[in-house]
Nanobody
Framework: QVQLVESGGGLVQAGGSLRLSCAAS????????MGWFRQAPGKERELVAG????????YYSDSVKGRFTISRDNAKNTIYLQMNDLQPEDTAVYYC?????????????????WGQGTQVTVSS
């Protein structure tokens, strides 16, 4: 079955960086768009970054554009989220997600599997 396991969360000061990883298994990884969502307390889960099957095709929400970078390593069945210049408003549980087969990765409704999440806390 589909498994998505996130790692790399933690506590960081404002302006700092973290790198999240997500190891995927149970499906043909290279055939699917992948993404990162986040959910802060009292807020809806939002798509912050997506990456399509096609190399170089990525999506970022306005709130993270220019600070976060999503990437994938198809040989390792892993995606990453490099987060720079973190701010307190980035505090949330971050979830790895699988999109549709060969989809763009740009729309929340494309995603149908999520991992358990990893906590990111940014102190001011």
């Amino acid at each position: 079955q589909v498994q998505l396991v996130e790692s790399g969360g933690g506590l960081v000061q404002a302006g700092g960086s973290l790198r999240l990883s997500c190891a995927a298994s149970g499906f043909v990884f290279s055939n699917y768009a992948m993404g990162w969502f986040r959910q802060a307390p009292g807020k809806e889960r939002e798509l912050v970054a997506g990456i399509a099957v096609r190399v170089g095709s990525t999506y970022y929400s306005d709130s993270v554009k220019g600070r976060f970078t999503i990437s994938r390593d198809n040989a390792k069945n892993t995606i990453y989220l490099q987060m720079n210049d973190l701010q307190p408003e980035d505090t949330a549980v971050y979830y790895c997600a699988r999109g549709g087969g060969f989809s763009s990765g740009r729309l929340s409704q494309e995603y149908n599997r999520w991992g358990q999440g990893t906590q990111v806390t940014v102190s001011s």
